[in-house]
């Protein structure tokens, strides 16, 4: 069975991705699972640079297929952020309890229809020959009036998604925001990009095979 390295030590994300990617035939390693203690400075200027960052950087440690997410939380109203400071904002170790808070108490007052917020997630693979592949999913929603529900992590309890009546953190299973998430949409991508090389290379493999037996 395929190898693959998700490179994030972000157990919410993992869990999620464990059940998106689930039934492929892979065995998916997290960095921790991996037996990989490191710490990947993100220092690019957009998702998708942060996310070849991840991903180059375990799979020249590691020579394996690696896969990396990075992603995070758009509100127009606050021009963007915490966008890819999502993580980080107001402090690495600050409770999304107080994040959470402060991102509806700066939007206190605000008519709905300048809540206006997403979800965006870029996953790169990047595989040992030295190819990176990057794609993109995003998930458009709202700022809630208030914190509601305790399901998945981060910023769910704020981000309201108006076609389903809710918050991402009070869906009523995991497998619904998984089917619809900005993450499900760039896993899903992914996929296919990881479908088409195994099937390349298990080809390569039967010519090789071939050709030695000549
Ligand atoms: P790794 O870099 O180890 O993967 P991280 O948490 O630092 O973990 P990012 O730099 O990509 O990952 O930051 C993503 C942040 O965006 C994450 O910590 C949450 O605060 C937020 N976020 C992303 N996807 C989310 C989701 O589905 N639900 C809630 N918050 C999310």
Do not use: W
């Not at 991840?54 to 990075?70: H, S």
């Not at 992603?71 to 170790?93: M, T």
């Not at 998430?181 to 479908?195: P, T």
């Amino acid at each position: 069975m395929k190898r693959i390295i998700f490179a994030t030590n972000n157990e919410g994300k993992m869990d999620e991705i464990r059940d998106i990617l689930n039934g492929m035939e892979i065995e998916l390693l997290s960095l921790k699972d991996a037996g990989i203690d490191i710490d990947i400075k993100e220092n690019g200027k957009t998702f998708e640079e942060n996310a070849v960052i991840k991903a180059e950087t375990v799979c020249k440690l590691t020579g394996e297929i690696v896969l990396a997410d990075d992603s995070g939380l758009e509100v127009d109203y606050l021009v963007k952020a915490p966008g890819i400071y999502s993580s980080r904002f107001l402090g690495e170790d600050t409770p999304y309890s107080v994040k959470n808070q402060y991102i509806i108490d700066k939007l206190k007052g605000i008519e709905d229809d300048k809540r206006s917020a997403r979800f965006v997630c870029v996953i790169a693979c990047s595989f040992p020959d030295g190819i990176t592949v990057t794609r993109t999913g995003i998930l458009e929603g709202c700022i809630a009036k208030e914190i509601s529900g305790t399901n998945g992590f981060g910023y769910d309890p704020i981000f309201y998604v108006p076609e389903y009546n809710c918050t991402t953190a009070e869906m009523p299973t995991s497998e619904l925001k998984n089917k619809i998430s900005h993450r499900a949409k760039a896993l899903k991508a992914i996929k296919e990009v990881l479908l088409e090389y195994m099937t390349q290379h298990e080809n390569q493999e039967i010519e090789h095979e071939g050709s030695d037996s000549k």
